[in-house]
C-alpha cells in the first residue's frame, strides 16, 4: 500500500467478497479512530481530520453500496485521493449540522465564505484553512454548503511543533456568524502525527 506516497491506487483496494470478510473490523477500527479525529467546533460544527484509512475505507464502502465496478472505482479514486494527507497538511471533513432543514437553511444562508475563517492554530502559528478546488462551497445567494473539505498546510516549524508535543493546538472558526474554537487533544494530536512525513 503506497501509503508513503499518500495516494490510493487500484491495487489498494480489494474485492467486494473479500472486503465483507473484514469489514465489521474495519469499521471497528474507524470507529475508534473517529473518537480521536473527530472534533466538535461550537454547536453546529463538527471536524473530521482524515487520513489514508479513512478515504480508503470510504472508497470501499461506496463500492460496496454502489456495486459500480472499475469504471466507479475511477471516480471514487479520483474524488477522495484528493483528501488524503500529503505529508506535510493535515485534511479534514467540516459539517454544520441541524436536523430541522429550515433552520439549517436560514444558518447556511449567513455562513457565505466560512471556508476562509477556518484555522489550525499549532501555538503561536495560526493555519488558514484551504478549501478543496472542486466545487464552490458559498452559492453566488451567500449559501454556504453544509460540507467543506479542507487543507490545512504546515511548514517544516509547524510539522515539528506539532510532533514535539509542546503547546496548545486547536481548529478555530472566526467567521462573523459563527465564532467557535477547541481544543485538540493530546491522544487526537498524537494520531495526526501519522499523517506528517
Not at 76 to 88: R, T, V
Not at 92 to 119: C, N, P, S, Y
Not at 122 to 137: C, F, L, N, S, W
Not at 156 to 168: D, L, R, V
Amino acid at each position: 500500500m503506497p501509503r508513503n506516497e499518500h495516494i490510493i491506487t487500484k491495487n489498494d483496494i480489494i474485492s467486494l467478497s473479500d472486503y465483507e470478510l473484514i469489514r465489521k473490523e474495519k469499521r471497528q477500527e474507524s470507529i475508534l479512530r473517529k473518537k480521536f479525529r473527530r472534533l466538535a467546533i461550537g454547536p453546529y460544527a463538527t471536524i473530521q481530520f482524515e487520513s489514508w484509512d479513512s478515504m480508503w475505507l470510504q472508497i470501499q464502502e461506496m463500492l460496496r453500496i454502489e456495486k459500480g465496478g472499475e469504471e466507479q472505482l475511477v471516480d471514487e479514486l479520483a474524488a477522495y485521493n484528493p483528501m488524503i494527507p500529503n505529508g506535510s497538511e493535515f485534511t479534514g471533513t467540516l459539517m454544520f449540522e441541524i436536523d430541522e432543514e429550515e433552520r439549517r437553511t436560514a444558518f447556511l444562508k449567513k455562513l457565505g465564505g466560512v471556508d476562509q475563517h477556518i484555522h489550525l492554530i499549532i501555538g503561536d502559528h495560526k493555519i488558514t484553512a484551504e478549501p478543496e478546488q472542486d466545487v464552490d462551497r458559498t452559492r453566488s445567494d451567500g449559501k454556504a454548503s453544509a460540507v467543506q473539505f479542507l487543507h490545512f498546510a504546515l511548514t517544516a516549524e509547524q510539522a515539528k511543533i506539532w510532533k514535539s508535543g509542546a503547546g496548545q493546538v486547536m481548529i478555530q472558526i472566526d467567521h462573523p456568524n459563527y465564532g467557535h474554537a477547541a481544543i485538540i487533544g493530546e491522544e487526537c494530536r498524537r494520531d495526526m502525527m501519522r499523517d506528517l512525513d
